[in-house]
T-cell receptor
Framework: NAGVTQTPKFQVLKTGQSMTLQCAQD?????MSWYRQDPGMGLRLIHY???????DQGEVPNGYNVSRSTTEDFPLRLLSAAPSQTSVYFC?????????????FGSGTQLSVL | KQEVTQIPAALSVPEGENLVLNCSFT??????LQWFRQDPGKGLTSLLL?????REQTSGRLNASLDKSSGRSTLYIAASQPGDSATYLC????????????FGKGTLLTVNP
């Protein structure tokens, strides 16, 4: 199994550009989520999904959009990139949305917005 | 809002030492708790999961315990090795948080040969 796969690994954007971070898992997990990790701030939840067609906002959703059309994929869209969105982004998935199963992380996307 | 504190923020020990990492929550009504390891430039790997009905979990040289009455968890690493060097993060959830995990900022562990 590949686990949780994120692409790209690195990305540089100019302010105002849009892009999509891809996330796919092959473990048939119902729960998928996006986090950003910033120095001194820890991991913060952006958006999450408890199944295909169901998404909800996390702690820091502004400027990001998600959809979940299949169980496997959960892309994160930056609508109009801002320097404040420079961060490392992680996708994570689990069998359970209640946190009583282990959470599996992708290897991350390092995003710089100039 | 749930806040998670990890103490210490950084720890340096000689190889072979037993050590304890600490994690505390402002909301002591923890439902599930996980300890993760993160290597530089990598994603997080779940090490141990303590489910709502449990008080501790063990895997090899690692033991994690959860005291729900005080909202505190400890990760014990026995006979530390240089390969244990990494950042260790704890994360917990509660019914009040709608089961969303809140992460601590981590403890950076360095094990010196």
């Amino acid at each position: 199994n590949a686990g949780v796969t994120q692409t790209p690994k690195f990305q540089v954007l100019k302010t105002g550009q849009s892009m999509t971070l891809q996330c796919a898992q092959d473990m048939n997990h119902e729960y998928m989520s996006w986090y950003r990790q910033d120095p001194g701030m820890g991991l913060r939840l952006i958006h999450y999904s408890v199944g295909a067609g169901i998404t909800d906002q996390g702690e820091v959703p502004n400027g990001y959009n998600v959809s979940r059309s299949t169980t496997e994929d959960f892309p994160l869209r930056l609508l109009s990139a801002a320097p404040s969105q420079t961060s490392v982004y992680f996708c994570a998935s689990s069998y359970s949305w209640q946190g009583n199963e282990k959470l599996f992380f992708g290897s991350g996307t390092q995003l710089s917005v100039l | 809002k749930q806040e998670v504190t990890q103490i210490p923020a950084a720890l340096s020990v000689p190889e072979g030492e037993n050590l304890v990492l600490n994690c505390s929550f402002t909301d002591s009504a923890i439902y599930n708790l996980q300890w993760f390891r993160q290597d530089p430039g990598k994603g997080l790997t779940s090490l141990l999961l303590i489910q709502s009905s449990q008080r501790e979990q063990t895997s090899g040289r690692l033991n994690a315990s959860l005291d729900k009455s005080s909202g505190r968890s400890t990760l014990y690493i026995a006979a530390s090795q240089p390969g244990d060097s990494a950042t260790y993060l704890c994360a917990g959830n509660s019914r009040q948080s709608n089961y969303k995990l809140t992460f601590g900022k981590g403890t950076l562990l360095t094990v010196n040969p």
